[in-house]
Structures are given as structure tokens and as C-alpha cells.
């Protein structure tokens, strides 16, 4: 079947750096999303991820290796405003979103 | 980038009425858009993959005839919860990938909140 797993809840530091892991199983792969979502919210687009390596925006980056199905999205000089869901979602051979559960981020001062 | 417009953000309505959502793609035209449901504290849920000119797909479980799609033109989709209950009270959302483009991201609307009391 097709999976995603994430930590259910992280907590970090205000000024810190943190990095929330994201596995994927899924049949066939087209990329993979990152997505940050603040409570009542829609999801916000923060990145995507096809090939192997590290994409960096800004205080973002979101590391991808195919062959280990693994992902990270990593947060730097963290802000209270990061304090959200994020979710990660990777695309099937059907083009298809396979969303996960999400990895709440509490940031503490 | 392209923008989702979803419509309304939130809706308070009673039990055995229905409820229209709608989702439009302000931009591009979408052939495609799908919708989601989110309870608290969970993922989103893909109900159903709505087509433009033709019938939805809808994914296991999710009632067809409760929950009703009708993609009539390329930048219009609309959620219809018929009979809505207070089981059905959540956090409805669109999306749609703009298909001149590349694989970039998929355009969320705003949400929906719907409360059936």
C-alpha cells in the first residue's frame, strides 16, 4: 500500500534549527510536496522536490533521496509565525497526492 | 502563481439542508480539480477527483449522492453536501494543478469550514 509518515509533533526553540523527516512508499514517484498549514487554514505551497539532493529558499530547504524514500524539510532561524502543520505529500505514478498526517511545529521563545 | 478562489470560508447551516461550495481557478484552466476533508488534528482526505465535462471520481467511502460534484466549465468545480449532518461538519478543501504549467504545486483555495448543527 501506499504510505506517508511524519512525527506527529516537534518542538523547537525561537532562533533554532529544526528538521522534520518525512518516508514515503508509494506506487511509482513524481515528486514530493511540502506544505505548511496554520490551524483553520488551507495548506501553503513551501516546496517541491523531484530529484536527489537539497533544494534551499530562503530559511526553507527540503532534502530528497529517491533510493532511501526519505525526505526532510529544514527550517532555520525559526520564528513564532513558523509555529503550523507541516505536511508532506508525495506524487504516484497516477499523479496523484498522497498526503501525510502532518508534523505539528510548536516554537517556544 | 495561480490562484484558487473557494467560496464561502465558512458556513453554519442545519441539519437536513445542503450546502454549496464552490472552487474556481482564477487564472488557468483547470480540467481537473479535487476535493478534500480535513477533521481536526488529520490529514487531508481526498473525497473526490472532479473532471471538467465529465462524472467525478470519487474515492472509497465517500458517498456520491451526499456529496455532490459538478466541474461545468474549466475554472468552475462545486461541492454540493446534500442532507448535511453534524457528522458532516469539517474543514472542506480544493485544489487544482494549473495543466499548461509544470508540476510544481498543487493551488489550494482557502477553505471551507462547514458547521451543520
Known amino acids: 500500500g501506499q504510505n506517508i509518515d511524519q512525527p506527529t509533533e516537534m518542538t523547537a526553540t525561537e532562533g533554532a534549527i529544526v528538521q522534520i523527516n518525512c518516508t514515503y512508499q508509494t506506487s511509482g514517484f513524481n515528486g514530493l510536496f511540502w506544505y505548511q498549514q496554520h490551524a483553520g487554514e488551507a495548506p501553503t505551497f513551501l516546496s517541491y522536490?523531484?530529484l536527489d539532493g537539497l533544494e534551499e529558499k530562503g530559511r526553507f530547504s527540503s532534502f530528497l533521496s529517491r533510493s532511501k524514500g526519505y525526505s526532510y524539510l529544514l527550517l532555520k532561524e525559526l520564528q513564532m509565525k513558523d509555529s503550523a502543520s507541516y505536511l508532506c505529500?508525495?506524487?504516484?505514478?497516477?499523479?496523484?497526492?498522497?498526503w501525510g498526517a502532518g508534523t505539528k511545529l510548536i516554537i517556544k521563545p | 502563481g495561480a490562484v484558487v478562489s473557494q467560496h464561502p470560508s465558512r458556513v453554519i447551516c442545519k441539519s437536513g439542508t445542503s450546502v454549496k461550495i464552490e472552487c474556481r481557478s482564477l487564472d488557468f484552466q483547470a480540467t481537473t480539480m479535487f476535493w478534500y476533508r480535513q477533521f481536526p488534528k488529520q490529514s487531508l482526505m481526498l473525497m473526490a477527483t472532479?473532471?471538467?465535462?465529465?462524472?467525478?471520481?470519487?474515492e472509497q467511502g465517500v458517498e456520491k449522492d451526499k456529496f455532490l460534484i459538478n466541474h461545468a466549465s474549466l475554472t468552475l468545480s462545486t461541492l454540493t453536501v446534500t442532507s448535511a449532518h453534524p457528522e458532516d461538519s469539517s474543514f472542506y478543501i480544493c485544489?487544482?494543478?494549473?495543466?499548461?504549467?509544470?508540476?510544481?504545486?498543487?493551488?489550494f483555495g482557502q477553505g471551507t469550514r462547514l458547521t451543520v448543527v
Open positions: 522536490n523531484v
Open positions: 472532479s473532471n471538467e465535462g465529465s462524472k467525478a471520481t470519487y
Open positions: 485544489s487544482a494543478r494549473d495543466p499548461g504549467g509544470e508540476v510544481t504545486e498543487a493551488f
Open positions: 505529500a508525495a506524487i504516484d505514478s497516477n499523479y496523484q497526492l498522497i
